[in-house]
């Protein structure tokens, strides 16, 4: 079982930047990859960021390659996603997930999620 709890959103101005962490508990947090994902109000779940359980591989989104950088820390239990030039479009509840597979991804855990919210 891991347990997911993202923290790090908020509210921000086209362009700025923001990162979202997501501390996982239980001992088997290493040997999972790991993803975001977003939800836009009225629009379907859509990935945005994996990462391998090394760190050593990493996926992205065509919307979002370029300005977000994933990260994870196995020490910390921790991954992180680097938001940068942030654009109203990116607005959208963020969820990390602990992946069964990396690519393509299947989910075994979710968390709750945080809201970003970007204004123009």
């Known amino acids: 079982q891991v347990q997911l709890v993202e923290s790090g959103g908020g509210l921000v101005q086209t362009g700025d930047s923001l990162r979202l962490s997501c501390a996982a508990s239980g001992r088997t947090f290493s040997s999972y990859a790991m993803g975001w994902f977003r939800q836009a109000p009225g629009k379907e779940r859509e990935f945005v960021a994996g990462?391998?359980?090394?760190?050593?591989?990493?996926y992205y989104a065509d919307s979002v390659k370029g300005r977000f950088t994933i990260a994870r820390d196995n020490a910390k239990n921790t991954v992180y996603l680097q938001m940068n030039s942030l654009k109203p479009e990116d607005t959208a509840v963020y969820y990390c997930?602990?992946?069964?597979?990396?690519?393509?991804?299947?989910?075994?855990?979710w968390g709750k999620g945080t809201l970003v919210n970007v204004s123009s």
């Open positions: 990462i391998s359980w090394s760190g050593g591989s990493t």
């Open positions: 997930a602990a992946l069964r597979r990396l690519y393509p991804h299947e989910v075994d855990y």
